[in-house]
């Protein structure tokens, strides 16, 4: 079964302002999550602490040495959706500023869902 990706509006713009081989190493992350779903783990696919959202995990990437995040959530269709990505080297704080970000993004995404579907998701 094929998992659908989805891109955050705002994602998608941080996405398009990035390096075609970062756009290219990202996609194919992005591709394995589309083939594995929630069953892709680690080294790949970390849970979240902290986010108010308990399926909110990340995408571990390593480019040009560096770590790379992208924060996701797995929606009630089933649908993995991108958040905020960014590179977290040297920066203690990263999960402290993105995850409320992240979890903004996907509350938004569940209202729409919410308000498409006539019902609420939690």
Same mark, same amino acid.
């Given at each position: 079964?094929?998992?659908?990706?989805?891109?955050?509006?705002?994602?998608?713009?941080?996405?398009?302002?990035?390096?075609?081989?970062?756009?290219?190493?990202?996609?194919?992350?992005?591709?394995?999550?589309?083939?594995?779903?929630?069953?892709?783990?680690?080294?790949?696919?970390?849970? $979240?602490?902290?986010? /108010? !959202?308990?399926?909110?995990?990340?995408?571990?990437?390593?480019?040009? =040495?560096?770590?790379? &995040?992208?924060?996701?959530?797995?929606?009630?269709?089933?649908?993995?959706?991108?958040?905020?990505?960014?590179?977290?080297?040297?920066?203690?704080?990263?999960?402290?500023?993105?995850?409320? $970000?992240?979890?903004? /993004? !996907?509350?938004?995404?569940?209202?729409?869902?919410?308000?498409?579907? =006539?019902?609420?998701? &939690?």
């Amino acid at each position: 079964m094929e998992w659908k990706v989805l891109f955050d509006e705002d994602f998608e713009e941080w996405f398009g302002e990035q390096k075609d081989d970062l756009q290219n190493e990202i996609l194919g992350h992005s591709k394995l999550l589309a083939t594995y779903g929630p069953m892709l783990g680690r080294p790949r696919v970390e849970s $979240i602490k902290g986010s /108010r !959202f308990p399926n909110m995990k990340e995408l571990r990437i390593q480019w040009r =040495g560096q770590p790379w &995040r992208i924060l996701f959530a797995f929606d009630p269709k089933r649908r993995s959706i991108l958040l905020v990505g960014g590179n977290k080297q040297g920066d203690k704080r990263w999960y402290d500023k993105n995850i409320p $970000i992240a979890d903004a /993004r !996907f509350e938004r995404h569940l209202r729409r869902m919410e308000k498409d579907n =006539g019902k609420k998701h &939690r």
